[in-house]
Nanobody, 126 residues
Framework: QVQVAESGGGLVQPGDSLKLSCVAS???????MGWFRQSPGKERDFVAS????????DYANSVQDRFTISRDKVKNAVYLQMNSLKPEDTAVYYC????????????????????WGRGTQVTVSS
């Protein structure tokens, strides 16, 4: 089993930056890590993902060119650098791990990830 824990959320103004961190522990194996976000009354939406081994990344159109996902294999950590933040980026951000070898490309689907953190709040407001 993989345990996931996020940190780094906070209250910022439009145009500011934040860097979220996610530490994975327990089982060593995971093939993909992802970031999702959810606002009250809305579905949990895909933000970005990264292949653990290759480092291949994917982004939602809404964050393309503003957010960057990365990972540190030694620290078993993934990060989400968020720049030029907008009020519409306000949400609880979740880190997720995919381990099912029968679905090696979970992509933007919530069901493709088996283990989730409890979330960290990001609020962008003036």
């Amino acid at each position: 089993q993989v345990q996931v824990a996020e940190s780094g959320g906070g209250l910022v103004q439009p145009g500011d930056s934040l860097k979220l961190s996610c530490v994975a522990s327990g089982s060593t194996f995971r093939h993909t890590m992802g970031w999702f976000r959810q606002s009250p009354g809305k579905e949990r939406d895909f933000v970005a993902s990264i292949s653990w081994n290759s480092g291949t990344t994917d982004y939602a159109n809404s964050v393309q060119d503003r957010f960057t996902i990365s990972r540190d294999k030694v620290k078993n950590a993934v990060y989400l650098q968020m720049n030029s933040l907008k009020p519409e980026d306000t949400a609880v951000y979740y880190c997720a791990a995919a381990v099912n070898i029968r679905n090696l490309k979970p992509g933007a689907t919530v069901d493709g990830y088996e283990f989730w953190g409890r979330g960290t709040q990001v609020t962008v407001s003036s």
